[in-house]
């Protein structure tokens, strides 16, 4: 039987570039469904003649695939916003999903979409995050332990992995672990929580200053859903078998003199170009071009600050 498969992004302003990227990825990797993009401010200019809705606003990408634009209420940061989100979704846009799959509109996916729908089988489908390494004993989560019992959970699981809020993928009968996730985040998702100095006074706890990705952590020790954890490498963080590329950190590919910004970053960027032209066409051909020259010197120019590390070391 054929799942009933969702993709869904949050994004704003200059995200939408990521958007599409992610869109185009998911299209070539042989996705067909409905990508649903929660978005504020205004619409992309890539967008094309639309379908107006009640509630959403729907973009024809190609065949069998279209993306749905929906308005998001909220004064919060968009990151705060993801169990919200795709509970709303399934509850009232998509009921009948089988499963579905948050991405941050910095990802593009590199991998044949069914091994994604073959990954949310086992579990909830996550990635361990460029920083994996945070034991069952280590403070920052024997404190997230302290604050859901303060909540009322139990704990379950011991984890010694700590995974990246950018891909989180669920299905319908696993559904419990975003309410569990939204309960968690709920107390401390306020406006300006980027704000260190405002996270330690939530609880007199001073272990969430990293967004979403504590809570979502903190949900791992207690949730009753299976779970299914990829390594660093399904996110291209380390070398292995990446399903998709993430561009973690404050420079995104689509920012400019990616020459300048290092060779992971560009790595990245350069992924993102590859997904960059179809169906959803980003740049016209000489923006291109200018782009991958760029990030061809990025790449280049990490090779050679490499090399010198390393005959230094040598020296």
Wanted: charged content about 20%; overall charge negative.
């Amino acid at each position: 039987m054929m799942l009933q498969s969702v993709v869904c992004t949050l994004f704003e302003n200059e995200y939408h570039y990521g958007v599409a990227a992610l869109v185009n990825s998911l299209y070539q990797n042989k996705f067909r469904g409905i990508v649903w993009a929660g978005y504020r401010n205004a619409l992309p200019n890539w967008v094309g003649a639309i379908k107006e809705g009640e509630r959403y606003h729907e973009f024809f990408v190609a065949e069998h695939c279209s993306i749905r634009f929906l308005k998001c209420d909220t004064d919060r940061h968009l990151t705060w916003h993801k169990p919200e989100f795709m509970l709303r979704l399934f509850d009232q846009f998509c009921p009948e999903a089988d499963i579905m799959f948050y991405m941050d509109p910095d990802i593009v996916i590199d991998a044949d979409w069914s091994l994604f729908e073959r990954w949310v089988s086992s579990g909830v489908a996550l990635c361990s995050d460029k920083y994996w390494d945070v034991p069952s004993t280590h403070a920052a989560r024997l404190a997230w332990k302290r604050y859901t019992a303060a909540l009322g959970f139990n704990p379950r699981n011991e984890i010694d992995l700590y995974v990246n809020a950018g891909c989180v993928g669920v299905s319908k009968e696993n559904i419990g672990f975003l309410k569990d996730w939204q309960r968690i985040q709920e107390p401390i998702s306020i406006k300006d929580a980027w704000n260190p100095d405002i996270m330690p006074k939530v609880g007199g706890i001073g272990f969430f200053n990293d967004g979403d990705q504590y809570p979502l952590n903190a949900t791992l020790d207690v949730t009753e859903s299976p779970l299914s954890i990829l390594g660093p490498d399904a996110m291209a963080f380390e070398p292995g078998f990446p399903l998709m590329f993430h561009a973690v950190g404050k420079i995104k590919p689509w920012s400019e003199n990616i020459a300048l910004r290092g060779p992971t970053v560009a790595r990245a960027a350069a992924k993102f170009m590859d997904y960059s032209t179809s169906p959803i066409k980003l740049y016209t051909t000489m923006q291109g071009i200018t782009k991958r020259l760029d990030i061809r010197a990025g790449i280049t120019t990490g090779l050679i600050n490499a090399l010198f590390r390393d005959f230094l070391r040598g020296a």
